[in-house]
């Protein structure tokens, strides 16, 4: 048996129908008109060239992936990533007194001063302690590295010379990790000084630098004024 359709139901089907189609339209007109106010990639290459600076407007137009600006090949700008790196000279073993550090122990490497020879030292540093030196022993001209503190003075049995300053920092932790952290290098090539200071000078006799000839060659020595002292 046919079913019929009730007026009512028709009314309702014919409003339904209208306003999806009202909707329809809305929608047309409302996505027309916004895109009517989007720029076409010819537009927005003029806006580029009137708005950015000549010298900028390559930037980043060259291959490449990351979140860093570089200068890649040939010149060119490109996008790549940031590696982490150092810097500067390595105060390794490849220069006089290089040393490396591992936790509180600082190694200072082979060398010499004055062609007397250091050998490779550990040295641990402190907070007070955060100098690194090289003492030379007065009395049988030998060398060796110790750690001390800022200013350690010359006195009669030793000569320092200070190599490097380090910052030392120390966590409160059981046990506790220790820090250290190149300050300043004082000495970061050959050393080549005067001769030893002689002995009697720490004593009260006076010297003065010469150059005296020894076997044919020029060298350089501490005479007592006594010596050569004039009437």
């Given at each position: 048996m046919e079913q019929k359709t009730s007026p009512e139901q028709l009314n309702q089907h014919i409003t339904?129908?209208?306003l999806q189609e009202l909707i329809n339209k809305a929608v047309v007109e409302t996505a027309t008109a916004l895109a009517k106010t989007f720029v076409t990639t010819d537009e927005a290459a003029e806006i580029s060239r009137d708005s950015i600076p000549k010298s900028l407007a390559s930037l980043g137009?060259?291959?490449g992936s990351g979140s860093?600006?570089?200068l890649g090949t040939g010149g060119n700008a490109e996008w790549g990533d940031e590696v982490a790196g150092s810097g500067g000279l390595d105060l390794d073993d490849k220069v006089f007194f290089g040393y490396s550090i591992s936790g509180a122990v600082v190694t200072i490497y082979?060398?010499?001063i004055d062609g007397i020879a250091t050998d490779e030292t550990e040295i641990t540093m402190s907070e007070t302690d955060c100098f690194a030196y090289a003492r030379r022993s007065v009395a049988d001209d030998t060398m060796v590295i110790v750690a001390g503190e800022s200013g350690l003075a010359d006195t009669s049995e030793y000569k320092y010379y200070k190599l490097y300053?380090?910052?030392v920092t120390a966590t409160e932790d059981?046990?506790?990790v220790t820090t250290v952290v190149l300050a300043k290098a004082c000495r970061p090539f050959s050393i080549e000084g005067l001769p030893p200071i002689p002995a009697g000078a720490y004593s009260g006799s006076t010297y003065a630098l010469?150059?005296?000839q020894v076997g044919g060659v020029p060298v350089i020595q501490w005479v007592e004024t006594e010596e050569f002292a004039c009437p």
């Open positions: 339904e129908k209208f137009s060259s291959p860093v600006l570089r082979a060398s010499e300053q380090f910052t059981v046990p506790p010469m150059v005296n």
